[in-house]
Structure formats: structure tokens, C-alpha cells
């Protein structure tokens, strides 16, 4: 099957991220896939950094006729089976090609509301399937904008399980940011903006030093746009005098690194989030997890058996949580290893894209169905059905 992803984004954050590994995953499994972004964009870097097959053409604006024929040229050359969109922009720039008879697969990733009653119609008439990254968002979807249940799928989010699997060197990342083996670590991994949380997080350290002084937090990631979010949050730091306490190293690749480092991941989101990748990797690298309650993060913690769930913007709660853990070492052992079994069990990517690849067959045209000795109709190798 032939797939073009279509990226209008100029941030670079775990969904985008994610899509360039599903890219790398179909190519590298008999498929033929495409990421279209802008070229001046973090996409476009980021993506070629992991070797994503990668097109630039600018895509500005919603409705861009030059652009919508620069992808319908594209995608006949190619002879493309499949569209796949992520944002309002990239669904309106891709909707006459879909008018034209291409199946276009959107992606919702927030719990944010759709809104107004012209992007409720193109969700529920401008596409052919919706796959929403956790049921949360299906029922938003279902309940507030009247869309066919049957239309959508929930397929929440995967990593790699081998590459955070553990044990793995804890000292090295520590020595980069000179914390000594012997402190308690307190991470946060992701894109730096105001629904992450960092700010609460922020917020949240005095408590923790009141009690724990030696401690330490790492905020890694970076901010959105051009940057001044990440600035935000160092000025508060430096407002709150704490930077030699807490740590913000931009953004980073080696992650397995980090967590591996870290005694403890703190997810501190208030909205938006729907199945974050870091609740994931942190599990997948047996570190115990803080959560706030949002999207699919309560129907996968449960609470002092495999981390600690917290309400979000609570920073009593928060810095609570992370007391708990550095007071009890037994339950921050028995929340890890418990996250660990579960991912192990539910967040393997290549089951993940399986699930996808199922998704997309039920879409597209029968000429799009691979032979036998590649991924079949119901996305399952030949090695799967025997």
C-alpha cells in the first residue's frame, strides 16, 4: 500500500515524532509511505535526522489550490492508495483530493473540542475513517458533534519496547548534568507548552526541596513556535532561584539515556493530551510514573499499583505524589515494575501499526490489498498467520 502523510505542523513533539517512525516502519515492511511538511519547518529537520523519506512543499493555508494540485500531482505519479492528515490545515488542503476519490484516514491526537459546526462537518463528511489516539476523544467525537461511532478507531500509542528496555547505564546522563548517583531525579520528557504542565511542575519544586533539598528535576524538551515557551519556563526558574536545582537541557535523542537516569517521570499535562508517548517510553523503561488525569492516562494508571495519579494543575498533589515515591522506594519499585509488565504487554509499536495497517485495508480499494508474502487485508504478516 502506498501512503502519503500529509504534516502542516512547524513544531516538533511526540505526534509528529510518532509519525515519522510509522513511516520508517511501513517502509521498512513492504510498504510505500511519504511525509509531506513545510521546509522551513522542525518537522523537516527532525524527520531527516531519523531518515524519514521526506517531500517539502509549502503548505500555508487551508484552502491553497496550488498546493492541493502540487499533492494531486503527487499522488497520481506515486499512485497513492491512502491519506493521512493530523490537523485542521492539512484535512481542508487534502479534502478535494479526497472529494476526487483518494480515502483519507484523518488522525486526532488532543482532547481539546473539535468547536465550530464547519470543522465538526468535514470530520463527520471529509473523510473516510477518523483514528482517534484514545477512547476519550471517540466519545467527545460520538456525543458532542454527532459522528457515526462506527467511523472511528481507537488505537492508542506505541514504542519501541527494545530500545528503552532495561537495565541500562543510569550514570551517564547524570554525569552530563552533573547530578551525583546518590539524588533523587525527578524527569520531565516533552515539547514545552502551556497545557504540558511544566509551569505547575515548576510551581510544584519548593515543596519538594522543603523536604528533599538534595533533590533534583530535569525538564527535557523543547518549547513550540520559536522557542519563548521553553524561555518561560527557565525565566520562572530563575524567578523562583532555583536553577542550579532544576536542570532544562533542550531537546534529546537519546531518551532511553534520560529515563534510565531519572528515579522518577512526573507527567504534569492539565488538557489536551490524549495518549502520550512519554507515559509509554517511561513505562517501557521501568520507571515509576506521576500522572495527571487526562486523556488515556486514567484507563492505563491505576493509582499506587503502576504509578501514582494526581488531578491536574494540583501542585500540592504533585509534589506530594513525588514525596511519596522518594520517601517509599518499595512502591515506587512495585509502580515500575508493574508499568514495565504492562507495557510489555500493551504498548509494542509493531502491534500497534498492525492495528493501523487493519484500519487502513478496511479504506482503501481492493487493488491496494497486498499479495500473499506481504502484510495481508487485515495487516497481518505471513509469519503472524501460520
Known sequence: M???????????????YRTCLEINWLNAHGHQAWLVCNPDSQVHSKASELATRVVT??????????????????????????LKTYSSKDHWICLPLFVCGIPLSRARCITDPIGSASRAFVFKHGCSQIVADASVIKRQLVKQNGIDP?????????????????????????????????????????????????????????????KHPGARFVIVGQGTGILK??????????????????????YRWDTPNVYAACDMIVIASLHTEASPIVLREAFASGRPVIATKVGDIPEIVRHRENGLLIEPGDTQALAAAIMEFI?????????????????????????MMEAKLRADFDVVPKKARREPGSIDSRGVTPSQRN
Open 327 to 351: 520517601s517509599d522506594p518499595e512502591l515506587a519499585a512495585r509502580c515500575a515494575l508493574n508499568g514495565f509488565s504492562y507495557a510489555t504487554e500493551h504498548f509494542s509499536f509493531d502491534k
Open 150 to 210: 462506527a467511523k472511528i478507531e481507537v488505537i492508542g500509542s506505541a514504542v519501541d519496547l527494545v530500545k528503552f528496555k532495561p537495565p541500562r547505564n543510569r550514570t551517564k546522563f547524570r554525569r552530563e548534568i552533573g547530578v551525583g548517583d546518590d539524588i533523587s531525579l525527578i524527569g520531565n520528557v516533552g515539547m514545552i507548552r502551556p497545557d504540558k504542565g511544566q509551569l505547575q511542575l515548576v510551581k510544584a519544586a519548593p515543596l519538594v526541596f522543603e
Open 57 to 82: 512543499m509549502p503548505l500555508r493555508s487551508r484552502v491553497d489550490p496550488l498546493c492541493t494540485l502540487r499533492l494531486w500531482k503527487f499522488c497520481r505519479q506515486n499512485k497513492i492508495d491512502l
Open 229 to 250: 515557551r521553553g524561555i518561560n519556563v527557565r525565566n520562572a526558574i530563575d524567578q523562583a532561584g532555583l536553577a542550579d536545582k532544576i536542570i532544562m537541557t533542550g
Open 2 to 16: 502506498n501512503i502519503l502523510y500529509v504534516e502542516s505542523s512547524r513544531s516538533w513533539g511526540g505526534q509528529e
